[in-house]
Nanobody
Framework: QVQLAESGGGLVQPGGSLRLSCVVS????????MAWYRQAPGQQRELVAD???????NYAESTKGRFTISRDNAKNTVYLQMNSVKPEDTAVYYC???????????????WGQGTQVTVSS
C-alpha cells in the first residue's frame, strides 16, 4: 500500500516563498523519477518539475529560476522550493512518483492527493 502524502501548501503573497514536501510510504523496492504537477481550475494538469533517482532535474519553462526540486532518497521524500511566486502559480500541486513494487522490477506510477497553493495579495 504505497502512498504519497503532500504537505506545505497554503496562502502566500506574490513574490513570497513556499516549500512543498512529499513523502512516499509503504512497502516498495525503489523509487525512480519523482515529480511535481499542478492543476489550476478549468485547466489541464501540467508538469512543474521532475527529478530522477540520480538527481537529474527538469523544469517547466514558467518555473525556471524560481522553483527548485530536490529529493532525499534516504527519507523517500521529494521537495519543491517555490520562490518569487506569482498569481499564475495558484493551483493544486500533486506529487508523483514511479515506484518499484516488485523485486523483479515491476513499476507503478502513484499520485498524491494534492495540496492547494494560492498566491494572492
Amino acid at each position: 500500500q504505497v502512498q504519497l502524502a503532500e504537505s506545505g501548501g497554503g496562502l502566500v503573497q506574490p513574490g513570497g516563498s513556499l516549500r512543498l514536501s512529499c513523502v512516499v510510504s509503504g512497502r516498495h523496492f525503489g523509487i525512480n523519477t519523482m515529480a511535481w504537477y499542478r492543476q489550476a481550475p478549468g485547466q489541464q494538469r501540467e508538469l512543474v518539475a521532475d527529478i530522477t533517482s540520480g538527481g537529474s532535474v527538469n523544469y517547466a519553462e514558467s518555473t525556471k529560476g524560481r522553483f527548485t526540486i530536490s529529493r532525499d532518497n534516504a527519507k523517500n521524500t521529494v521537495y519543491l522550493q517555490m520562490n518569487s511566486v506569482k498569481p499564475e502559480d495558484t493551483a493544486v500541486y500533486y506529487c508523483n512518483a514511479d515506484v518499484q513494487i516488485r523485486t523483479w522490477g515491476a513499476r507503478v506510477t502513484y499520485w498524491g492527493q494534492g495540496t492547494q497553493v494560492t498566491v494572492s495579495s
